[in-house]
């Protein structure tokens, strides 16, 4: 049984793509699975803290060791840990920012990649904590950026999703990317019907 963690992370509500269709998807996988479980949490209009002098004390500190400060400072932290732990599959709806993921969406990132609950530091360097976990990433990008493309060299979004994601422990992670949503609308229509195609096959892939 999956027990799904659904985020999303623009800061628009209707108009936005990426919660669009995040949204198609999890009401696609519901239909096919009523007996999983899915946690929301609308990270775009959530008040996340930024990485702070006694957030960094406590993350770098052992819980024994915690000043009653210190526990309160670490406290989103641990429920978001806990919450991102406990799922077994990711579905995250992450617009480009600047060729990167949004802001909020880094602090979110700064809050669950954690020594001793994510990753852990070992002799041969760093190990993820998380197996056997699935991840689904749907992206919204005005321009396009797939192999070959003038601009595909500046998409900082996949390889540093990967990289941050792998670093955990989850490795196995399906892309759609919702592109070319400023440019002409011929080329919008075409990137929305091409993502529609790839969220119905990965509702009966993943
Ligand atoms: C501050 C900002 C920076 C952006 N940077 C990029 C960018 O680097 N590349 C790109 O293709 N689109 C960029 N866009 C366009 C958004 O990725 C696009 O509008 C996307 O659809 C927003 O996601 P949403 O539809 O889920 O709200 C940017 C938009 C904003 C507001």
Not at 53 to 76: D, H, T
Not at 80 to 102: C, G, H, K, L, Q
Not at 152 to 162: G, H, I, N, S, T
Request: hydrophobic fraction near 40%; proline fraction near 5%.
């Amino acid at each position: 049984m999956a027990h799904i963690l659904h985020i999303d992370s623009s800061p628009r509500r209707e108009n936005s793509y990426s919660r669009t269709f995040s949204n198609k998807f999890i009401n696609f996988w519901k239909d096919g699975h009523p007996e999983d479980t899915v946690i929301y949490r609308d990270i775009g209009h959530e008040v996340l803290p930024y990485m702070n002098e006694k957030l960094f004390k406590a993350m770098f500190v052992a819980p024994e060791e915690r000043s009653p400060e210190l526990v309160e400072a670490i406290k989103i932290s641990d429920i978001f840990v806990d919450e991102f732990i406990a799922a077994n599959r990711y579905v995250f709806a992450i617009p480009m920012f600047n060729f990167n993921v949004p802001a909020i969406f880094k602090a979110y990132i700064d809050l669950i990649v954690r020594v001793n609950r994510t990753f852990a530091v070992v002799p041969e360097g760093y190990k993820g904590l998380l197996e056997n976990k699935k991840m689904l990433i749907i992206t919204s990008r005005g321009d396009t950026y797939h192999s070959g493309s003038p601009m595909a060299a500046y998409d900082f979004q996949e390889p540093y999703l990967r990289t941050i994601f792998g670093f955990i422990g989850i490795t196995d992670i399906t892309f759609i990317h919702i592109d070319s949503l400023m440019g002409d609308k011929n080329a919008r229509t075409k990137s929305l019907e091409a993502a529609n195609l790839k969220i119905n096959y990965t509702v009966t892939n993943w």
